[in-house]
């Protein structure tokens, strides 16, 4: 349970610091769409030559500098300035972990919509929200397609890592990765188990896109690909591993469960189901990011998707028909780790 501090009442600091959050969140977009960091990175360390690089005058590059040094995402040593760890690893764009792309592509798609949070949940919904699907609707278009793709494989790429480093895909010969995106999962749990064969099954777009990565790994033997609409498609069959990794954040209960009921066609008997998802403490006191993505699930007053706990999620999966189901944190704070079994 969260404690009340009563020394905050005869304060505004706090109410201040969150309402007015955005100019931080701008600072740091704008200094990413400049490739500022990146300019630091290769050297320029004054305004004059930040100026020169980004294009602009030195008195606005210092103006830009001094507030991301306020933010401590730069810092001055011996008069000139360096990125701190975090950025140079992140935001810089010769990083093979950059992320930068990523955070520009959300932030433009859902601030519109963070504007409007009372009008969304106050809003008469003229509909169930499935016109309004922004992952099915925004990968119809091969050009956003490739973006979300590509910034979805700078994102979640070291999630990938992580995962085949702490999930024991040793045990499973065959997997099916729905909507398995870029195959930033499949491909670091293909790297680090040979016997592995992963199938990954997304919209038809997003597919080119994981047939590049894949063949740039020199995986194309290990992962193939199919095209298909996980609530309609049918599933092939044969495999002992199923998993779906954050899409299901985009769907209500009724669903979730209808379509893991639907899944258990793709596995073995005794297969198992791993989900990876947004997840919420089962007493709803945070954690933070979620709940941010659970509010956001109510656009115009319809519903788009839910966030769960995880006694909600292990519900889910039995009432699809799964057995032994189990849930932890994957990454603190943010994404929880779901396993099931289907009947042997």
């Known amino acids: 349970m969260t404690r009340e501090d009563f020394t905050l009442d005869m304060k505004t600091e706090r109410m201040t610091d969150i309402a007015l959050a955005f100019k931080k969140t701008c600072t740091m977009l704008g200094a990413i769409d400049l490739d500022f960091f990146s300019h630091v990175a290769a050297g320029a360390g ?10 602009i005058e030195a008195e606005k590059a210092d103006r830009l500098l001094t507030a991301c040094k306020a933010m401590d995402l730069v810092r001055e040593v011996d008069g000139r300035h360096v990125n701190m760890s975090d950025v140079e690893r992140y935001l810089v764009k010769d990083s093979r972990t950059y992320f930068g792309d990523y955070l520009l ?3 433009r798609r ?12 106050t809003t008469v919904a003229d509909g169930d929200g499935r016109d309004e699907r922004s992952y099915l609707n925004a990968l119809a278009d091969p050009e956003a397609a ?14 990938g890592h992580k995962l085949a480093k702490e999930y024991d895909f ?26 592995l064969q992963v199938t990954i099954m997304d919209q038809p777009n997003v597919i080119v896109i994981a047939q590049e990565f894949i063949a740039k790994h020199g ?20 495999h002992d591993l199923a998993s779906y990794i954050t899409p299901l954040q985009g769907y209500m209960p009724d669903e979730i469960i209808a379509v893991l009921h639907r899944t258990l066609d793709a596995l073995k008997p005794g297969g198992e189901m791993l989900i990876i998802d947004y997840m919420l403490e089962d007493d709803k006191t945070g954690p933070l990011d979620p709940a941010f993505v659970n509010l956001a699930g ?9 966030v769960n706990t995880g006694a909600e999620w292990c519900d889910f999966l039995g009432q699809a028909g799964y057995v032994n189901a189990t849930s ?13 079994q289907k009947p042997a």
């Open 46 to 55: 004054t305004a004059a030559e930040l100026g020169a690089a980004m294009g």
């Open 170 to 195: 040793s045990r499973f010969g065959r997997w099916l990765d729905v909507a398995g995106g870029s195959g930033c999962y499949a491909i670091p749990a293909c790297e680090r188990n040979a016997d």
């Open 105 to 107: 592509y959300i932030a």
């Open 328 to 340: 932890r944190w994957f990454t603190p704070h943010q994404l929880g780790l779901i396993t099931a």
């Open 146 to 159: 490739r973006r979300f793709t590509v910034a979805g494989y700078e994102a979640s790429i070291g999630l």
């Open 110 to 121: 859902d601030y519109p919509d963070w504007d409007n949070v009372a009008e969304n949940l």
């Open 219 to 238: 995986l194309e033997g290990r992962i193939d690909t199919m095209a298909g609409n996980f609530l309609e498609t049918p599933f092939p069959e044969g």
């Open 298 to 306: 109510v656009r115009r007053g319809r519903y788009l998707g839910r």
